[in-house]
């Protein structure tokens, strides 16, 4: 059990919106995916304590609502940075130079694959495709916004950007 | 071929074209006309007919007919659900995140219709966690749909006791959610385990009511099939699996992208309207990463359901990867072993081991250092995987790893021999666009 009970309760309208949310799925448990989704954006990651929250609001076991998270790869955890950024590696990526944004990424943060930087300001992944093969290479940051057709100065603008908590929005996709 | 209006992505490059008022503001069949039209014109099981008669094929992958799987549907007055698959992960693949960002009203009409052709009451669109926009984009016009009366308890308010709700599931980074029984229990709240079949979903689908899982793209063809008729459907390219169709080009074409052609243009046409090949073509994947590769001499096929199955491949999502002749295709393997065996969702030992043996023979090969009689060994060990598992993601490694090796194998041969590769680049790494001998 985390020491980090205190700050990881969610709101009581969260719950409540986690309970009137399974009212839109046949059985409660559907609403499972979409409820660890509102509290990760309210606390900021899953952890046990997370879990077991949500697993109250919806009605289930909260191991089995641990099994589920455990399972997919990006459900943020406390131990990650503030920035994830997922660099994709897959084939259609790869054939266009994913790897030299990743090597690029890796020599500047100073950290190799699924590490963060000691300032916990940044993780670095590779990702599986993303889903952006036309626009290759690509990274993602956070779950949020895509960077694609990469240049290594647009990687080192985004960085610096996202170093200096500012969104690097020139760099998004329309 | 080079007239071919675009049907889908017609509006793909309008300004705010995800807008309830953009979409409106286009006339014609747009603007929930044709919803409105497949309601109030359209008993439902005449609705199904319509859709089986314009023999639209699945775009997710199988190419099953849509509307044949439709018809699977029992009368045992159990609730029926859509499950819009838009969990897409396969590697090539990007057509429904655009229909999803760019044109979200099309869709939602489209599933209107479909709702009224199977009596469903509750639709389902699962999302790939990684598309924010593309889900946010469909939420909104979700929220616009509910704001003025289309959906809701009386859908387009045509007092057809019509009730249909909508609801957005995303998931957390999973590719076998993109397999129909997995996007269920992913969406049920449990880890994305595929199940067996039978029962098939259309029988016992999500939370064991009949359910058909559709892809965003052949849900969106649905709207035009009923806007201008089957039969207009059926005149757009081969008889046996018609109609317009998105293709992703990726790889080594000078201009990646999306492009829109009639089932039927071949892989050469839809190659060069992506501006041609970087170098000289080793190999085309037609449909998505995990579909057995083709070569140059085979570029005249026509990419449809059919031909490209004759050809010895599948047309798959018709996520098209060009490699060029500087590719290392054992370097590319090791890249698809790694995937799949990284997204085996553990439950069937051959697939959950298998594929990383796999990986594991891919690699030493690669790195130099692959003994005599590995090839051999890969392939034994793909025969003792295939077709022992519950769902195709094991398969979907099998396919490359036996036509890479059949059409490749002297390259695999040399990197065992002669602990280099043929193309001369780095072990584990792909030559930089940049950096090849491209004499164009």
């Not at chain 2, 003025?148 to 599931?169: A, C, P, R, S, Y």
């Not at chain 2, 005149?235 to 829109?260: D, T």
């Not at chain 2, 002749?325 to 997204?343: G, K, M, P, Q, S």
Request: net charge negative; glycine share 10%.
């Amino acid at each position: 059990m985390t020491t980090e009970t205190a700050n990881t309760t969610l709101k009581p309208e969260t719950m409540q919106a986690i309970t009137a949310l399974t009212k839109r799925f046949p059985q409660p448990d559907g609403a499972l995916l979409t409820a660890l989704r509102i509290a990760e954006r309210e606390v900021g990651f899953i952890n046990p304590h997370v879990c077991e929250q949500v697993a109250e609001a919806i009605g289930m076991a909260p191991a089995k609502v641990w099994g589920v998270v455990s399972f997919y790869s990006t459900f943020r955890r406390d131990t990650d940075g503030k920035y994830i950024v997922y660099v994709c590696s897959t084939l259609p990526c790869a054939l266009r130079g994913s790897e030299r944004v990743f090597d690029h990424l890796a020599g500047k943060l100073g950290i190799k694959n699924g590490q963060t930087t000691p300032d916990g300001k940044f993780t670095l992944r590779k990702a599986e495709c993303l889903g952006s093969c036309g626009t290759a290479p690509c990274l993602q940051v956070n779950q949020d916004e895509y960077y694609e057709g990469l240049s290594l100065q647009m990687v080192d603008e985004i960085i610096e950007d996202l170093g200096n908590d500012k969104c690097p929005a020139r760099h998004h996709t329309v | 071929m080079a007239n071919f209006e675009p049907i889908l992505s017609k509006y793909f490059n309008t300004p705010e074209s995800w807008t309830l008022k953009q979409y409106r503001s286009r006339g014609g069949h747009y603007g929930y006309a044709t919803a409105k039209k497949a309601i109030t014109e359209f008993e439902p099981k005449a609705l199904v007919e319509e859709v089986k008669k314009s023999n639209l094929r699945g775009r997710g992958g199988a190419g099953f007919p849509a509307g044949v799987k439709w018809s699977f549907l029992p009368e045992n007055g159990k609730p029926r659900y859509l499950a819009v698959n838009a969990d897409e992960s396969e590697p090539g693949t990007f057509k429904d995140r655009e229909i999803m960002a760019k044109d979200p009203h099309n869709l939602l009409e489209s599933i209107i219709c479909a709702c009224w052709a199977i009596q469903s009451h509750h639709a389902y669109v699962f999302i790939r966690g990684e598309f924010t926009r593309e889900a946010k984009r469909l939420q909104a016009a979700i929220d616009e749909c509910y704001a003025e009366g289309i959906l809701g308890k009386d859908v387009l308010g045509l007092g057809k006791n019509f009730e249909l709700d909508v609801t957005v599931i995303t998931g957390a980074g999973a590719y076998i959610c993109g397999e129909e029984t997995g996007l269920l229990s992913a969406a049920e709240g449990r880890r994305a385990y595929p199940k067996i079949k039978p029962p098939f979903p259309a029988v016992e689908g999500y939370f064991r009511y009949p359910t058909i899982i559709n892809n965003v793209e052949t849900i969106q063809c649905v709207m035009h099939i009923i806007a201008h008729g089957a039969d207009w459907f059926r005149g757009i390219g081969p008889e046996s699996g018609p109609g317009p169709k998105l293709f992703c080009v990726s790889g080594h074409v000078q201009k990646p992208g999306l492009y829109e052609v009639a089932l039927g243009t071949t892989l050469r046409e839809i190659i060069d309207m992506a501006g041609g090949p970087i170098g000289n073509i080793k190999g085309v994947i037609p449909g998505g990463s995990s579909m057995p590769i083709m070569t140059p001499d085979q570029l005249d096929t026509p990419a449809d359901f059919d031909s490209i199955r004759a050809a010895g491949s599948f047309l798959g999502s018709a996520g098209m990867i060009v490699f060029n002749d500087e590719t290392c295709i054992v370097n590319a393997l090791l890249n698809l072993a790694r995937f799949y065996h990284h997204e085996s969702c553990g439950q069937c030992t051959p697939c959950r081991e298998g594929l990383g043996w796999l990986e594991k023979l891919c690699h030493r090969i690669e790195f130099g250092h692959g003994k005599e009689g590995d090839v051999d060994l890969m392939d034994e060990v793909s025969v003792m995987i295939k077709g022992r598992t519950i769902c195709f993601l094991a398969d979907s490694l099998i396919m490359p790893v036996q036509s890479y090796i059949a059409k490749f194998r002297e390259e695999f041969e040399y990197h065992i021999t002669q602990k280099r590769c043929m193309t001369d680049t780095e072990a584990g790494k792909f030559k930089a666009i940049e950096d090849m001998a491209v004499t164009a």
